[in-house]
């Protein structure tokens, strides 16, 4: 079954505990991003990836960080968590720019930073 | 840089009843048109796409939505609401620099 998965789906931490959200696609698709949810805003991206080591800021980049090292693997990470970080986090594939193809969104992961 | 704006926050229909969701973009050129919906405690799912040709587009679920270039416009519609339909949409706005806009979402509810 063609899927987006990431892990966790629920994450409670403190201030500053370092943390990995993990996502993973198997339709080997070139694009990867990463989203945030928050009431009244719509989903923001925070980075997205047009390839192997290829990546870029989106519009919310400050407090994140991402890697990709395998085409299928998508990790975004929070070196430093503060409070203003909890949010619905959503990974998304796509075949091509996320601008102009179907993304495919993994279920959400709900991070609450005390 | 392209926005989106969906001016309802939430809307509450009857089942059975006829539905129409707003969205309207901002963008200098012809652009790459989504609805998505997100049912509860769920990822986002394509419901339609627009890049070109015939203004009226066809999605899953019954659902359509026509592109009004004259009033920078992409509404959601769907002639008969069933409780299922019952969940957040958006609507976004692509381009081809690879950049992509969300708008805020509209919040459906179906009364039975």
């Known amino acids: 079954e063609a899927q987006v998965t990431q892990n966790p789906r629920y994450l409670i931490t403190v201030t500053g505990k370092k943390l990995t959200v993990t996502c993973s696609q198997n339709m080997n698709h070139e694009y990867m991003s990463w989203y945030r949810q928050d009431p009244g805003l719509g989903l923001r991206q925070i980075y997205y990836?047009?390839?192997?080591?290829?990546?870029d800021k989106g519009d919310v980049p400050e407090g994140y960080k991402v890697s990709r090292k395998e085409k299928r693997n998508f990790p975004l990470i929070l070196e430093s968590p503060s409070p203003n970080q909890t949010s619905l986090y959503f990974c998304a594939s796509s075949f091509g720019p996320r601008g102009s193809e179907t993304q495919y969104f993994g279920p959400g992961t709900r991070l609450l930073v005390l | 840089a392209q926005s989106v704006t969906q001016p309802d926050i939430h809307i509450t229909v009857s089942e059975g009843a006829s539905l129409e969701l707003r969205c309207n973009y901002s963008y200098g050129a012809t652009p790459y048109l989504f609805w998505y919906v997100q049912s509860p405690g769920q990822g986002l799912q394509l419901l339609l796409k627009y890049f070109s040709g015939d203004t009226l587009v066809q999605g899953i679920k019954g659902f359509e939505a026509e592109f009004k270039r004259s009033q920078s416009s992409f509404n959601l519609r769907k002639p008969s609401v069933h409780w299922s339909d019952a969940a957040e949409y958006f609507c976004?706005?692509?381009?081809?620099?690879?950049?992509?806009?969300f708008g805020a979402g509209t919040r459906l509810t179906v009364k039975p």
């Open positions: 976004a706005v692509g381009a081809v620099n690879n950049d992509m806009r």
């Open positions: 990836s047009m390839n192997v080591e290829v990546t």
